[in-house]
């Protein structure tokens, strides 16, 4: 029978990678074909005969590779031939980067996802009687847009011709959920893979699931621990007991070093994730060091060795963590259950760490935390197991579905998961689609696989009809179809069976960030993102974000050179786009309109996103009645320099330092991280997934300074505006009416609305006008202009005139009136001629905007 579901789920890994199937109503995963394992390594290994191996195979060469180049780099140095890798891991990490793999054996260079492509590619060899065209694939909670471009596009090179791509912590939940008992509450999926990390909060109501909130890091995993080792405990000892100067201070062999010690340091961390110490011994020398003297490494590795190198990896996954809860108002006492998923979460030093954070102020922790952190689902597979349960939901298109006509064609609607113990199918018999004979008269009946409930035969009048069916409580429940005529003749039907889940019904994929339009927002007075209705962080998908928006300038039609530019990016409205993740750039030119396009004129943005986020914008312009629609094309990331990191790095030191008297803790915070940043860019320079894992931190770093200021900024402009509040009201108690009376009134209503919504230009705005105001009254008194008078003689020097003669002039001419005969029409007159001739230096520089840019609407 051909598939209507598309039934398999994957799990494509940074370090390991599974696929699983749903089958009669039970998830199986299918295990590798050589070592009969239920995962595979995410490895690829190229060889000389221009053959590919994936998987264990793979990744024993790559251990054999990285000690025989650095062998190689010891004796002959950077420029040695034999230095060469051939066998690549953790690619996933790069994905959507401009990363490239290079082969000297296959004569090219490979993206991530063509060695993302390979490792799908052996998944689906598993299947010795089925061709696997449909699947699920997971990716990151946290995954950004040009990350998922790549898997996309991994998944179409290995050969998929409809796939949707699952959040791996909504897939480790259905997994838990469809064994667990009693469901209800908060969840945390603690989701600490070899390369990524994963903290999700679910709820669930009455068994319906639903992502409440998410946050992670897609460069914190298995690999970082690994590293951590090798550099806070491995190379200490090299450099201890071996002259290793001359090769650590040389980029290429630093990086040969490390990489040929990481598999040590991978299995020092798995065996100290339930041991006490480790007794490490290398049976053949690493390679020479700087004296032509075999490197060994002959050490004891203590779970308190391990514990230093490791903590703040662990620290940091906790921490997020534990600012999930925060900003969703909970703390570990409110949670049902933590599922842990990830080889790294088997660690006992992890464990005792994450119910120490999340049970800080609970006194019976110690009796909770077998049930607080145990599930019967495997760490290791819960991913992909999930993967095939959400996979058993989800219909493969008609029109890739590879059906025999000569069977009845139908059509089935229900619910693949529910928490009720009743429901209706409907039946359509689709006679047009079917080639073989089809009775006037047909009956069909549903059983349930147990053979415990029986629809009995009932008639689809008119070609279509609703059968009620009963399901086991907290089960997959299988269900068998067969037609039939008057005469009790059987007709064969596709599909003939169907699977519904009972006890939970399964989350929808939500968006991971808000969706923003970078543009000029009029009332900060500045270029920031600006929200999408409808595209919130944690919005289900798929969804639709809407805006509005005005021109900035005028748009000749057929001319090229006016450019209206829409960025689109992943980030926190409110920020500024360079500290945020943009994902494409949309440009409507002169060229495309049919007619001018004044200034001022509204913009209307939809911005569509599917399920497994592709998206499409259209734009609509009311004033010329065009839209325009794009679907948006991937993106890939460009590498980062690391000196330019490092200096942003020291700017950012340099901000953090000008803040500190505004916030001390905040900026204490950031100082801490940018120290943590430069210590990882130092050790791997040259390593494009290090240097990522730096900007996208580093931005954060940025974004939280950025605040900071702001708030600083909102204090003084606030000040200045309540300082301006208060003078004129001073001013019109001496100088006032009835009228003024009425308008500071006027005023400090405004003020208050202004205060209260943190208006910071109409704030500005507001300032000025009163103290526009305050000057008129003040005016009224001949002591405001001898003042004048009196500032500009006796700090003349300071001033940039345009003439000083002539200021001198005048000011010796106002010295002589106020002397002999006050007038404040003749002073007033003067001050204005000095202002005239004060210089440009004196006067505030205007503010540069984009004009390209479409700006807010308020």
Partial sequence: MARTKIDYGIDLGTTNSAISLMENGEIRIIKSDKYQKDTTPSCVQFNKKKAVFVGDDALNRYRYEALKAFKAFTRSG??????????????????????????EYMNQSFASEELSAEVLKKLKSYLKNENITAAIITVPAKFRQNQIDATQRAATLAGFNYFELLQEPIAASLAYGIDAKDMDGHWLVFDLGGGTFDAALMKVEEGVMKVADTEGDNHLGGKNIDYAIVDK??????????????????????????????????????????????EIYTDEPLGEDDNGEDMELDLTVTLDDYENAARPIFQRAIDISVRLLENNKLKGSDLKTVVLVGGPTLSQTLRNMLTDSLFADNDNKDSQIFSFLSSATDP????????ALFASTRDIPLNLQKRDRTKIQLTLKFPETTVETEENIGIRIERSRTTGQIPKKIFAEIIRNDQAWSGGKVEIQNDAEIVPIILNTGK?????????????????????????????????????????????????????????????????????????????????????????????????????????????????TGEDLPEDLPEDMDAELMLEIDSSRRMKLSAYFPYIDETYEIDLPDNTTKDYDADVLENEIQKARQHTA???????????????????????????????????????????????????????????????????????????????????????NQYQEQAHTIIRER?????????????????????????????????????????????????????????????KNPSKTKLQHIVKQLSGILSEADKPLTDTIDKELLRTKR
């Avoid at 630093?254 to 339930?274: F, G, M, N, P, Q």
């Avoid at 943590?676 to 770093?701: C, I, P, Y």
């Avoid at 900024?713 to 001496?734: F, G, P």
Wanted: proline letters at 3%; a negative charge; charged letters at 25%.
């Fill in 78 to 103: 950077s420029d040695s031939t034999e230095a060469k890798i051939n066998t690549f891991i953790e690619f996933k990490r790069t994905m959507g980067t401009d990363k490239s793999y290079p082969s």
């Fill in 233 to 278: 405990l491995l190379i200490p000892y090299l450099k201890e007991n071996y002259t290793t100067d001359n090769i650590l201070s040389d980029e290429r062999g630093r990086t040969l070093l490390r990489d040929a010690l990481k598999w040590i340091a991978e299995e020092t961390k798995i065996v100290l994730s339930a041991e006490d110490q480790f």
């Fill in 380 to 387: 290791m597979t819960a991913v992909a197991k999930g993967a």
């Fill in 476 to 588: 997959t429940n299988g269900f068998a179809i067969t037609l039939s005529d008057e005469q009790g003749n059987i007709y064969p039907c596709e599909p003939s069976q169907f699977t519904i889940i009972q006890g939970l019904k399964a989350a929808t994929p939500t968006l991971p960030f808000a969706l923003c339009i970078d543009a000029y927002d009029t009332q900060k007075g500045k270029q920031t993102l600006q929200a999408m209705s409808g595209l919130d962080k944690n919005q289900s998908l798929p969804a639709k974000g809407q805006g509005i928006f005005k021109t900035q300038k005028k748009i000749h039609a057929g001319n090229k050179q006016d450019v209206i530019r829409i960025p689109i990016y992943e980030g926190d409205p409110g920020t500024q786009a360079i500290h945020n993740n943009q994902v494409h750039e949309v440009l409507i």
């Fill in 658 to 744: 000008k803040l500190e008297n505004i916030s001390p803790g905040t900026c204490g915070k950031s100082g801490n991280e940018l120290n943590e940043l430069a210590g990882l860019l130092k050790n791997a320079r040259e390593d494009q997934d290090t240097k990522t894992q730096v900007k996208e931190r580093l931005s954060e770093v940025l974004k939280d300074l950025d605040k900071t200021e702001e708030e600083g900024e909102w204090q003084k402009t606030e000040q200045k505006l309540t300082n301006a509040l208060k003078k004129i009201a001073v001013t019109c108690q001496r100088y006032g009416n009835e009228n003024t009376t009425q308008l500071v």
């Fill in 759 to 819: 208006n910071v230009k109409l704030a500005n705005a507001l300032t000025e006008e009163i103290r526009a105001s305050d000057f008129a009254l003040v005016s009224q008194d001949i002591g405001l202009w001898i003042s004048y008078i009196r500032r500009f003689d006796e700090e003349f020097d300071k001033y940039h005139w345009k003439d000083r003669v002539a200021a001198r002039q005048l000011i010796s001419e106002a010295k002589q009136i106020i002397m």
